[in-house]
Structure formats: C-alpha cells, structure tokens
Nanobody, 126 residues
C-alpha cells in the first residue's frame, strides 16, 4: 500500500508561482507513473499533468499552456509540479496520484490511478 503526501500549496496572488511536492512511501517508486490532478468546488477531478516512471515522457492538459512543469526524482521518491503565471481559475485542491506500471506510458484518466494523496489547497487571489 502506497501513501502519498502533498505539500507546497497555499494562497498566492494572480501571476505568482508555487512548487507543489508529493512524497511517496514506497521502496519501488520507479515502478509508478505519477500524475497531478485538481478539483475545484462543484467540478470533477481533472488531469493537470502526468509523467512516466523515468521522467522521459510527460503529458499536460491544454489549459496548462506552458505554465506548469511536472518532474520527478526517483531517488527522493517524489514528484513535483512547478506552477507559474497562476490565474484565479487555477484555484482548486491539487492531488497527486500513482499508478503501478511496467510500461513507459503516461496516464490521463482518474480511473487509471491506483493511489491518491489527501490533496492540498491552492488559492489564487486577484
């Protein structure tokens, strides 16, 4: 059973930046593809970005438009999301997810992930 813990969220002004981190409690972190998702009040959870086990492949939602960068450090068993040029519409709870895999694929759907963190609030003020 893997546990995921997000950190780095908070309140930021529009145009600002944050770096979200997700630490995993597993000895086999490199066997997992990872993703960042978000959920705003009254909306479904949606993909922000995903990364394969090695970090060689990434995938971003269209609304990211070059503002966010996903990365991972397998030695630190962590995945990161650098979020720049934040907009008020980026306000949401951000979740990291993990999917056990032996392929080099990235995964975009909520249903494809096996484990989730508790989520962390990001609030962007105007």
């Amino acid at each position: 059973q893997m546990q995921l813990a997000e950190s780095g969220g908070g309140l930021v002004q529009a145009g600002g930046s944050l770096r979200l981190s997700c630490a995993a409690s597993t000895r086999t972190f490199s066997n997992y593809a990872m993703g960042w998702f978000r959920q705003a009040p009254g909306k479904e959870r949606e993909l922000v970005a995903s990364i394969n086990w090695s970090g060689s492949m990434t995938y971003y939602a269209d609304f990211v438009k070059g503002r966010f960068t996903i990365s991972r450090d397998n030695a630190q068993k962590s995945v990161y999301l650098q979020v720049n040029s934040l907009k008020t519409e980026d306000t949401a709870v951000y979740y990291c997810g993990a999917r056990r895999t032996y392929s080099g694929s990235v995964y975009a759907s909520v249903s494809e992930y096996d484990y989730w963190g508790q989520g962390i609030q990001v609030t962007v003020s105007s």
